[in-house]
């Protein structure tokens, strides 16, 4: 029976020409309004595939960085005349000397001010009151540049706003957006084509169970910036291959199945693809014992497919332990499936000889394990926060005992 490490070990070696050839494929135009970087649609976490520069310096003119007046610094210490304000969005004029002009935060400062004082320091001390009065006094130690925000301090024009391979941040969209940029080259999404087998999910009125698994694991695809399809077939042999070379079509970069690879009569994914180089393999994990891959040709061409088991729970496991590391470090994503060896609160019993993944909660800083072991518990698994690892080797885990646990939050 294979390892947890070894068969991690050969669905790396299976995606890795996908991921390498998703990098140094065409890449994609995008406005830079249809990005985003959350999970949804398969669009969040997106890469620029090629370096963005300032068409602009940032600031691109020297504006103020507070409400106040813009004046001279050699004005210092004088009473001077108010003039018409400079409200954000608008070219003021020069400001003529003896005078100073209300200015807002934002607003470009005039030609021949170079120092603006907050109205806090006036009298009424706020607009727009202040707007009413006919002179101020600039205070005595004002400085050439104080609270103006020069041009291109933040970037000069021609400076790099993003460097190839950047993930595509809040900072950096609004970076691009306020250097003018509205479209940028982004990395080519990899595309995972989800099957969920099974005559259960297209059965009639009472015998018909939802698809946990296709909206589960694409809704995870969208956390790593993965687009994704998904697809329902029914356990038919000539049914689910045509079905998938369809759905394949040349859209899909990796296939991902659920169910039809256990020892059963109908194991559709087994019975269709085994014969066409799928390995069907136990790990030595619970749940999701029974695992497969293989190249298999699809619509014409060689396509790699990974096959999970079709339990929910045993689905979202195999696809934290497998595939889950894999695409988040090929997206550049930090690891947030944090580690930790916490002390457990509770007994359990595990199959000595199998790497046990149990759904835990940390509280008090120990290990609670949520409902049972068994892989059709998705409610459970909704509610953890953690998933807890016992080894191989392990029958009975007592409290205090310490446990591996990884963050799902």
Excluded at 28 to 34: G, Q, T, V
Excluded at 112 to 141: I, S, Y
Excluded at 195 to 222: H, K, P, Y
Aim: proline share 9%; net charge negative; charged share 20%.
């Amino acid at each position: 029976m294979r390892t947890i490490g070894q068969h991690r070990d050969e669905i790396a070696a299976l995606v890795a020409p996908v991921l390498s050839a998703r990098r140094s494929a065409v890449p994609e135009a995008r406005d830079i309004d249809d990005l985003d970087t959350g999970a949804g649609g398969g669009r969040g976490h997106r890469v620029l595939a090629r370096a963005v520069v300032a068409p602009v310096p940032l600031p691109p003119f020297d504006n103020s960085q507070m409400d106040g007046f813009a004046v001279r610094a050699a004005d210092a210490g004088r009473v001077l005349r108010v003039v018409a304000p400079i409200p954000a969005g608008t070219m003021p004029p020069a400001l003529d000397p003896g005078t100073a002009a209300p200015i807002m935060t934002g607003a470009r400062i005039p030609l021949g001010a170079d120092a603006v004082f907050p109205v806090e320091a006036t009298d009424p001390g706020a607009f727009p009151a202040a707007l009413a009065l006919a002179e101020v006094r600039v205070p005595d130690d004002l400085a050439p540049g104080t609270f103006v925000r020069a041009t291109g301090t933040d970037l000069p024009s021609g400076g790099e706003l993003a460097p190839a391979g950047a993930a595509v941040t809040p900072a950096v969209l609004g970076t691009l957006a306020a250097a003018g940029v509205s479209t940028v080259d982004v990395v080519r999404q990899l595309r995972v084509l989800v099957v969920s087998t099974g005559s259960e999910l297209q059965g009639a009125g009472d015998a018909t169970i939802g698809d946990a698994n296709g909206i589960a694991l694409r809704a995870a695809l969208a956390e790593l910036g993965v687009a994704s399809r998904s697809v329902r077939v029914p356990d038919d042999e000539s049914t689910f291959v045509a079905a998938l070379d369809d759905a394949v079509g040349t859209w899909a970069d990796l296939v991902l199945t659920t169910g039809g690879i256990s020892a059963g009569a109908y194991e559709v994914v087994r019975q269709a693809l085994e014969p066409r180089g799928l390995a069907v393999t136990p790990v030595a994990m619970q749940p999701g014992g029974p695992q497969a891959f293989g190249t298999v040709e699809l619509a014409g061409r060689p396509v790699p497919v990974v096959s999970f088991p079709g339990n929910p729970v045993s689905a979202l496991v195999s696809f934290e332990v497998f595939l889950r590391p894999l695409l988040a470090a090929d997206a550049g994503i930090p690891d947030d499936r944090v580690a930790a060896v916490l002390p457990a609160a509770d007994t359990a019993t595990s199959p000595e000889g199998k790497h046990q993944v149990r759904r835990g909660r940390v509280e008090d800083g120990r290990v609670h394990f949520v409902g049972g072991p068994s892989s059709h518990l998705l409610a459970h698994y909704a509610t953890a926060t953690h998933l807890v690892h016992v080894p191989i080797g392990t029958a009975t885990v007592a409290p205090g005992d310490p446990l591996t646990v990884w963050s799902l939050r």
